[in-house]
């Protein structure tokens, strides 16, 4: 899930107004309802979730699947309870469950794999934090009692990776602060700048890798506003940048086209193409042939057209929404990688001005950054097209000179006198400075 981009589009359709966005979300099928209300909890906080969830139909609330088989079909609202029957067992699980997140990442650093061995090492380096939740063992008659029914009580918000432990008070109280309010079968998202983990009974190794390598994309990529990797565009804003950083996340968050686990299938086989149908703004069904490149990019956009209503009704509505989604054949980003050493360099970068001149220690610390740089990094940001953006963002911080030598640095060569910000060597003076003849 990427940083609120449904639930912001959910909130301006219909406002802070638990009843609207409630009678939104009634509308949708299932997958999609679990997402919005996971980015909801990032947009409009866990009380308003709470309200929220108290008005959806009890049926659509949520009890979901995903848990594995045990424990029968996980009955209507009531009692979905699960396995965990007792206080000390749910809270002798959620030790457990921080363990297996902590040996994930363990392992993760050493991984030959490029993309979960840098997303844990995004972990591991607190370039974001990690809380890792679990339910409580009365999960839903905690949430009911805490005024959102039909949500699941987990825990402990207060326990921040690499800290573990963690309870409950007994008695469910409105205000318990390590307790956390969200829709049965919500498994991970990135807000603010936190990676949420929700480990239940049965989520393996496998999964918990997949959820910190899609969710640690949705964070490297910098496509919030006011980042390098943010698209700013006429219309649909939100929906570009959205839709590109989910694009991203699930293009790397199965280890990646050919890996054990690809889901998506591969960018080298042809697209087939379908067609989008969606409500427009009078209330037609639309259908939009789509005009892709290739079958990882149409299976990724396929799932995303399942999973956010908004991705279907944005395709339908706007040509130029229309025409970036074709066009958006591969991952193109600031850090697809998701790299350390990359968002160090981005860091490092964005403080120069090319018409200001850089001070000593900017300039080493970009070199420094540069010469950190592994050959996972190297290659990523040897690929102009595919790193563009990384690119975009050296040429707005950057004189062209300046860049030539960023990328030579990057290619291993000499930097040489890498000047940062204004590169010339005597600043001469603007042609109606100084008024006297000038000489030669
Ligand atoms: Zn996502």
């Not at 995903?66 to 996980?74: A, F, I, L, R, S």
């Not at 149908?277 to 399942?306: C, F, M, W, Y």
């Not at 981005?346 to 001070?359: C, M, R, W, Y």
Request: proline share 6%; with cysteine; aromatic share 6%.
């Amino acid at each position: 899930m990427a940083e609120g981009g449904g639930a912001r589009h959910l909130l301006a359709e219909h406002g802070h107004d638990p009843e609207a966005v409630a009678g939104g979300l009634a509308a949708m099928d299932e997958a999609q309802r679990e997402r919005i209300l996971a980015e909801l909890h990032g947009a409009a906080g866990n009380q308003f979730v709470g309200q929220v969830v108290a008005l959806l139909p009890v049926a659509q609330a949520g009890t979901t699947k995903k848990h594995g088989g045990k424990g029968g079909k996980g009955g209507k609202g009531g009692k979905a309870s699960g396995p965990l029957g007792s206080k000390s067992a749910a809270v002798a699980f959620h030790a457990e469950a921080q363990a297996k997140v902590a040996k994930v990442i363990r392992k993760g650093l050493l991984s030959k794999q490029a993309q979960l061995r840098n997303s844990c090492e995004w972990i591991e380096k607190g370039l974001c934090e990690l809380v890792v939740l679990t339910p409580t063992h009365d999960a839903s008659e905690r949430a009911a009692a805490m005024e959102a029914p039909g949500a699941e009580a987990v825990f402990d918000l207060s326990k921040l990776y690499p800290d573990s432990g963690g309870s409950y008070p007994e008695v469910a109280a409105a205000g318990d602060a390590g307790v956390g309010l969200y829709p049965p079968g919500f498994e991970g998202w990135m807000m603010g700048g936190r990676l949420t983990i929700i480990v239940r009974p049965g989520m393996d190794a496998e999964r918990i890798e997949g959820i910190i390598m899609h969710e640690v994309q949705h964070q490297a990529d910098q496509h919030e506003q006011g980042g390098p990797g943010h698209a700013v565009v006429d219309a649909y804003q939100d929906e570009t940048n959205s839709y590109r950083s989910e694009f991203r996340a699930y293009w790397i968050g199965d280890g990646g086209p050919g890996q054990k686990h690809d889901v998506f299938g591969s960018p080298d086989e042809p697209a087939t193409n379908f067609t989008i149908s969606a409500l427009d703004e009078k209330g037609e069904v639309v259908d939009r042939p789509t005009n892709l490149a290739n079958q990882r990019q149409q299976r990724i956009l396929a799932h995303l057209v399942a999973s956010y209503p908004w991705v279907a009704t944005t395709y339908v509505a706007d040509a130029a929404f229309r025409e970036m989604v074709d066009g958006f054949s591969l991952p193109v980003g600031v850090n697809v990688v998701s790299s350390v050493r990359i968002q160090a360099l981005t860091d490092a970068i964005g403080v120069l001005q090319p018409d200001v001149t850089s001070t000593a220690r900017e300039r080493s610390a970009v070199v420094d950054r540069t010469r950190e740089l592994d050959d996972v990094d190297r290659e990523f940001l040897r690929d102009r097209a595919q790193a563009r953006p990384f690119w975009d963002h050296a040429r707005a911080h950057l004189p062209h000179e300046e860049c030539v030598k960023l990328q030579r640095g990057i290619d291993r060569e000499t930097m040489g006198d890498f000047r940062g910000g204004r590169p010339a060597r005597d600043p001469a003076p603007a042609p109606d400075e100084g008024g006297g003849p000038r000489s030669a």
